[in-house]
């Protein structure tokens, strides 16, 4: 379970058995050592560039999450395990590099659906613009996936109620306080 360091001193190829959290969170564990091989003493989200068994071609862009212990989650959503034919459970081969390249912020542009919405709920709107900009990223990239009316009004349904300040589940994690 160690990483082998690889083509350049910020690569790192571990193999990890792919593991399950929240009940529907796809992960790798990312120990300190081997987040350390990638960029020593990072603290917050890790912007990495990652194939899983060799695929796909051009590494997805991902972050990794800190747990708080010097450890990271690398969650693989449904795009990464597909095109690399693994499920949970699977044993994988994790290449990482560090993306230099990353930028905060969304690459999704706002749905006018759902900033219509927040503009109408001055309270979901406040806890929206609280939100680290790694989350915002994730729910305007889970909201460009959307393909139907009705996932669309299903999820602004949630998205408002958690951002509104009430507990609940939104895209497989609880919040609570709007966060």
């Given at each position: 379970?160690?990483?082998?360091?690889?083509?350049?001193?910020?690569?790192?190829r571990l193999i990890?058995?792919?593991?399950?959290?929240?009940?529907?969170?796809?992960?790798?564990?990312?120990?300190?050592?081997?987040?350390?091989?990638?960029?020593?003493?990072?603290?917050?989200?890790?912007?990495?560039?990652?194939?899983?068994?060799?695929?796909?071609?051009?590494?997805?862009?991902?972050?990794?999450?800190?747990?708080?212990?010097?450890?990271?989650?690398?969650?693989?959503?449904?795009?990464?395990?597909?095109?690399?034919?693994?499920?949970?459970?699977?044993?994988?081969?994790?290449?990482?590099r560090f993306d230099?390249?990353?930028?905060?912020?969304?690459?999704?542009?706002?749905?006018?659906?759902?900033?219509?919405?927040?503009?109408?709920?001055?309270?979901?709107?406040?806890?929206?613009?609280?939100?680290?900009?790694?989350?915002?990223?994730?729910?305007?990239?889970?909201?460009?996936?959307?393909?139907?009316?009705?996932?669309?009004?299903?999820?602004?349904?949630?998205?408002?109620?958690?951002?509104?300040?009430?507990?609940?589940?939104?895209?497989?994690?609880?919040?609570?306080?709007?966060?």
């Open positions: 379970m160690g990483c082998a360091l690889g083509i350049g001193a910020a690569d790192c990890s058995v792919m593991k399950i959290r929240d009940v529907i969170t796809p992960y790798i564990l990312v120990t300190p050592p081997q987040a350390n091989s990638i960029k020593p003493d990072w603290r917050k989200p890790l912007p990495v560039l990652v194939r899983v068994n060799g695929k796909p071609a051009a590494p997805w862009r991902i972050n990794m999450m800190p747990i708080g212990d010097e450890s990271f989650y690398l969650y693989l959503h449904g795009d990464v395990r597909k095109a690399s034919g693994t499920k949970v459970g699977d044993h994988v081969e994790i290449e990482l230099a390249r990353y930028r905060n912020g969304p690459q999704h542009r706002m749905p006018a659906w759902f900033g219509v919405a927040l503009q109408k709920n001055p309270r979901a709107l406040k806890n929206w613009e609280a939100l680290i900009p790694s989350r915002k990223k994730e729910i305007l990239r889970y909201f460009a996936r959307l393909k139907s009316q009705e996932a669309r009004e299903s999820n602004l349904k949630r998205v408002l109620h958690v951002l509104s300040g009430r507990k609940g589940r939104f895209m497989g994690r609880p919040w609570n306080r709007g966060a």
